[in-house]
């Protein structure tokens, strides 16, 4: 269980975060929607502890990962693996290696130094790659490759942790339609078929109703919304988004590769 509860976050004057609380009980997919600056990026940055709270508590299975120093943080960032929008990955590095880099905060220095990984190592790795769908990539550097499959990369490397829970901030937010389906369609099977917790900032209401068991809006640093995305109505959209915001209700619940969807989805967030 995760207890995100009475979370702010300030920078001087400013709250990104405003009091946020929330309890996922279970496995779920879950994602946080909202405008640029609504505070998605830092919660989930809290979350992972690659920022630090002003005030409150993130419990997960009881403990307090606020709390956490040294070591027992390090683990917690293992058990907690965070994918970017801009994928994160070592461009001149090969795809296989740059999953394996998951594995560091497990590994010894003299290890990473050298650049050392059992067989065992190497070999998780390859059927990680190959479950994503981009085995044959793996010798390849990573800046070779496209935005979708590098991201299926940063995927593979946070699955090399074999975390409980994975935060996605943005993970299509660069692509195009069809790799943002593939991306979303990868995460939504991790979810599935591991029983892991996925929590992704997304831009789009579309994306949103499509993937998710339960969507949480943010607004101005504030949760505005936290329900089914069955619920996410055109008022519900403009406590998210302002009241200035316009779409077109139909046009949110086709396929994300439907390009009327994605123009009416970059209304809202213009």
């Given at each position: ?231 996410l109505s055109t008022g519900v959209a403009r406590d998210i988004y302002g009241a200035d915001a316009s779409f077109n209700e139909a046009a949110t619940s086709t396929a994300i590769t439907q390009p009327d969807a994605a123009y ?7």
């Amino acid at each position: 269980m995760l207890q995100v509860s009475n979370v702010t976050r300030m920078f001087g004057q400013k709250s990104a975060v405003d009091n946020a609380s929330f309890v996922i009980e279970k496995s779920a997919f879950v994602g946080i929607i909202g405008r640029s600056g609504a505070g998605k990026s830092t919660l989930l940055r809290m979350m992972n502890r690659l920022t630090d709270a002003s005030s409150g508590e993130i419990r997960f299975e009881g403990q307090n990962v606020l709390t956490l120093q040294g070591a027992a943080k390090r683990a917690w960032q293992g058990q907690c693996a965070m994918i970017f929008q801009q994928f994160n990955l070592v461009p001149r590095m090969d795809v296989a290696s740059n999953v394996l880099h998951g594995m560091l905060n497990k590994r010894s220095t003299l290890q990473t130094m050298f650049n050392l990984w059992s067989d065992a190592d190497i070999t998780r790795a390859l059927e990680i790659l190959d479950r994503l769908g981009i085995v044959e990539q793996a010798p390849k550097r990573a800046e070779a490759l496209s935005g979708g499959q590098q991201q299926r990369v940063a995927i593979a490397r946070a699955l090399m942790q074999d975390p409980k829970v994975i935060l996605a901030d943005e993970p299509i937010a660069s692509l195009d339609p069809m790799n943002a389906q593939v991306v979303m369609d990868t995460l939504r099977r991790i979810h599935e078929e591991d029983g892991r917790m996925v929590i992704a900032n997304l831009h789009t209401l579309d994306t949103a109703r499509r993937y998710c068991d339960r969507v949480i809006g943010m607004r101005d640093g504030r949760i505005v919304f936290d329900g089914t995305p069955a619920q996410l109505s055109t008022g519900v959209a403009r406590d998210i988004y302002g009241a200035d915001a316009s779409f077109n209700e139909a046009a949110t619940s086709t396929a994300i590769t439907q390009p009327d969807a994605a123009y009416a989805e970059a209304m809202l967030v213009d």
